[in-house]
C-alpha cells in the first residue's frame, strides 16, 4: 500500500549479514529534514538505498572495515517513526574487503560511539560492527593504525546527511531510540570505542 513520509519522520537503515552461519545486524537512523511531505515513500526508500551505495559512499565504506569471511546479505530502509511502514528490501551478495587477515571469531565486535551536543541517557548511542578482522585488535584493545583510519573514515561518512534525491530535504543522521521516540539527536561527533565487545543474544542463530 503507497505511503508517504511526513517532514521529521525517522528512517531505520539495517545493514545484515551472515558470518559462520551467524546472523549480523548493523543499525543507522536518519530523519527526513524538509518543508513539505514526501508523497512516494517506497520509492524514497529505494533511492536512499541508491544514495548509500553510491555519493554517500557508506556502503563501501562499511565493507572495507569487515574480513572476507562476512557476506552481506540484505540492506533494509523501513520508516519507523512516527508511523512504522513497510520496510525496502535490497538482496546483496558482498564480502567484506578487510585484506589484511581474516575474521575467526563471529562474536567479537568492534564499537563506534555516537555523540550529540546533549548530555544524559539517549543522547549517545553506539554502532557495533561485526567480522572484526584478527589483526585488529590484542588482549581485547584495538591496536592497529589501519583499522582505526578505516573507522574514521566510515565515522566521516556516517555524520554527512544525505540529499534527497531530484529535490530538496535530506536525511540528517540522527542518534534515535523506540523508547524516546519523539526527541532525536543529531551526530556531532564519533569515536572508535578503544576495547572490543563480545556479542550475545538469546535468540537461536541471530546474533550471539
Same mark, same amino acid.
Given at each position: 500500500m503507497p505511503y508517504s513520509i511526513p517532514v521529521g519522520s525517522i528512517v531505520e537503515v539495517s545493514y545484515r549479514s551472515l558470518i559462520f552461519q551467524q546472523q549480523m545486524m548493523t543499525i543507522l537512523h536518519y530523519r527526513y529534514d524538509n518543508t513539505v511531505p514526501i508523497i512516494d515513500g517506497d520509492g524514497a526508500m529505494a533511492d536512499l538505498v /541508491?544514495?548509500? $551505495?553510491? @555519493?554517500? /559512499?557508506? /556502503? $563501501?565504506? +562499511? %565493507?572495507? %572495515?569487515?574480513a572476507p569471511q562476512l557476506s %552481506?546479505?540484505?540492506? &533494509?530502509?523501513?520508516? @519507523? +517513526?512516527? /508511523? &512504522?511502514? +513497510? +520496510? #525496502?528490501? $535490497?538482496? !546483496?551478495?558482498?564480502?567484506g574487503t578487510w585484506s589484511t587477515g581474516p575474521c575467526t571469531?563471529?562474536?567479537?565486535s568492534a564499537v563506534l560511539v555516537k555523540q550529540s551536543s546533549h548530555?544524559? &541517557?539517549?543522547?549517545?548511542?553506539?554502532? #557495533?560492527?561485526?567480522a572484526v578482522p584478527d589483526n585488529a585488535y590484542a588482549a581485547g584493545a584495538m591496536g592497529v593504525s589501519g583499522y582505526a583510519a578505516a573507522a574514521a573514515t566510515f565515522a566521516t561518512a556516517l555524520q554527512i546527511p544525505i540529499l534527497i534525491a531530484g529535490g530538496p530535504g535530506q536525511w540528517t543522521p540522527v542518534i534515535w531510540s523506540p523508547r524516546k521516540p519523539t526527541s532525536p539527536s543529531e551526530i556531532v561527533g564519533m569515536r572508535l570505542n578503544p576495547? @572490543? !565487545?563480545t556479542m550475545r543474544r538469546r535468540t537461536v542463530g541471530l546474533g550471539i
Open positions: /541508491t544514495a548509500l $551505495d553510491g @555519493v554517500s /559512499t557508506i /556502503t $563501501d565504506n +562499511y %565493507l572495507a %572495515l569487515l %552481506l546479505k540484505e540492506l &533494509r530502509c523501513q520508516v @519507523v +517513526y512516527p /508511523t &512504522r511502514q +513497510y +520496510y #525496502h528490501s $535490497d538482496a !546483496r551478495s558482498s564480502n571469531a563471529q562474536n567479537v548530555a544524559g &541517557r539517549g543522547r549517545s548511542g553506539t554502532i #557495533h560492527l561485526p576495547w @572490543v !565487545r
